[in-house]
């Protein structure tokens, strides 16, 4: 591991600590070093706050503020070079004198998108930009979606039977598949927490009227929505016709990230339109003999599996 890849590692872990409140804005973390030693650090805490880079700096003891002249910032996003609620960190970079800057990646958001890097360029200061990128990208990779595909990042979800079977043909109140157990819920929930929207099919609220909440979790819960071309009565949520509705409105709305919880139907609509990024595929013990089909993914890879006692949970990416 070289000396960059280092101290880059110590920003992720400092960015996930904005996890909870830095939304909509990415979570970010910044790292001062002079030498061998830090000096300063921080992360972006709250949206509308200061970001990871200026916390970072305002670290650093007076006694070690000369040393900045001296010294790398290593920050694991592009600094912003605007004025939004706060001012933009490229300048502040500049203005402390340090000499060198090392990036993990760059801020696809349309007023950054490589101008700080260019404003810290033209400054003379020595700008490294790639470390784990890719790690990088995955720490955000809401906010990635979101700024470069103009849509939200779109997480498939649902629990299926080891003979693939997602539900009862009659499904109805008392006659229910029942595949999760206890752990797989709380997943479940805490799933939901880490994402802005989730939705499902008319006919799931029809016949399970779901809560869709984090009660086995702590957290937000996500804004309810449903794919349905009329509102169904005494159910709140956000209503959209259409698949392609849905993703152009949540987009427009501002929701960057959207779990689709929906039945067979409402899980198809969404893969064979190629609008999912991942899936997570619950496969429990029990044997349907008949029923729902589970849905059938494209073009795929598994990233990994964990079990939750008998039941294995599969994290799958779209290619």
Not at 186 to 206: F, K, P, S
């Amino acid at each position: 591991m070289s000396i960059d890849e280092h101290y880059m590692r110590r920003c992720l872990q400092l960015a996930r600590n904005g996890f909870q409140h830095a939304r909509p804005n990415p979570m970010v973390g910044a790292v001062v070093v002079c030498g061998e030693r830090i000096i300063g650090e921080g992360y972006h805490v709250r949206c509308g706050e200061g970001h990871a880079e200026v916390n970072a700096l305002a670290s650093v003891r007076p006694s070690d503020e000369h040393l900045l002249p001296e010294s790398t910032i290593y920050v694991s996003l592009e600094p912003c070079a605007h004025y939004g609620k706060t001012p933009p960190c490229a300048r502040l970079i500049v203005e402390k004198r340090l000499r060198r800057c090392v990036v993990g990646c760059i801020d696809p958001f349309s007023k950054v998108q490589g101008r700080g890097i260019a404003i810290l360029r033209e400054a003379g200061i020595d700008v490294t930009v790639g470390v784990l990128e890719q790690e990088c990208l995955d720490l955000n990779k809401h906010f990635m979606t979101y700024h470069r595909f103009h849509r939200p990042f779109i997480t498939l979800k649902w629990a299926e039977t080891s003979d693939g079977f997602i539900g009862y043909a009659d499904q109805c109140p008392g006659h229910r598949l029942t595949i999760s157990n206890s752990l797989t819920r709380m997943v479940c929930h805490q799933r939901r927490t880490e994402h802005d929207a989730i939705l499902v099919g008319r006919h799931t609220v029809m016949t399970d009227h779901p809560r869709l909440d984090v009660r086995h979790w702590h957290g937000d819960a996500p804004l309810r929505v449903v794919l349905a071309h009329n509102e169904v009565d005494s159910y709140p949520a956000l209503y959209f016709s259409s698949v392609e509705e849905a993703v152009r409105g949540l987009y427009d709305r501002g929701v960057q990230s959207l779990l689709v919880e929906g039945g067979r139907q409402t899980l198809q609509s969404f893969i064979d339109r190629g609008l999912w990024d991942e899936a997570f595929v619950e496969t429990g013990p029990s044997v349907a003999g008949e029923g729902v089909c589970s849905p059938v993914l494209n073009e795929h890879e598994l990233v990994g599996t964990t079990f939750y006692g008998s039941n294995r949970m599969a994290w799958i990416k779209h290619r």
